[in-house]
């Protein structure tokens, strides 16, 4: 699935570490991310943990997909910042799912994201 991700390898994301219901990406701040506050976006911050979250729940084998998420945006990050989101599976029953990413500059949490995922029921290709 991230091979094919074009999206998120696109904006420089780097999977880092992969388990059953578990995924690090990791992505640098680059200076076409800041915003004119001179800050990363907040749709980018979302966007690296929506990217988590998505290898996480597609650890299984099956074809999942988001069926919502919410995010708090905690602490600005900056031109330069390397954030770290690292996604855990809260609880999968039957084709549901809710997955927890906290994106980090180093030791600071700079947003919370909660994610809702949906099986399709049928395998991942190449999987």
């Known amino acids: 699935m991230w091979s094919a991700d074009t ?14 219901g578990e995924a690090r ?31 996480a729940c597609n650890t299984y084998g099956e074809v999942t997909v988001a069926s919502g998420f ?3 945006l905690l602490e600005p990050a900056r031109l330069g910042d390397t954030l770290t989101a690292q996604a855990r599976e809260v609880v999968r ?14 030791d600071t949490v700079v947003a919370e994201f909660r994610g809702r995922s949906r099986s399709l ?5 190449g999987a």
């Open 7 to 20: 999206a998120s390898t696109g904006l420089g994301m780097v999977l880092e570490q992969v388990a059953p």
């Open 25 to 55: 990406v990791s992505m640098r701040v680059r200076p076409d991310m800041v915003n004119g506050h001179d800050l990363c976006h907040g749709g980018l911050v979302a966007t690296l943990a929506d990217s988590a979250f998505a290898v």
């Open 70 to 72: 919410e995010i708090d």
């Open 93 to 106: 029953r039957g084709r549901s799912g809710l997955y927890d990413v906290t994106v980090r500059r180093g």
């Open 121 to 125: 029921g049928r395998p991942v290709p």
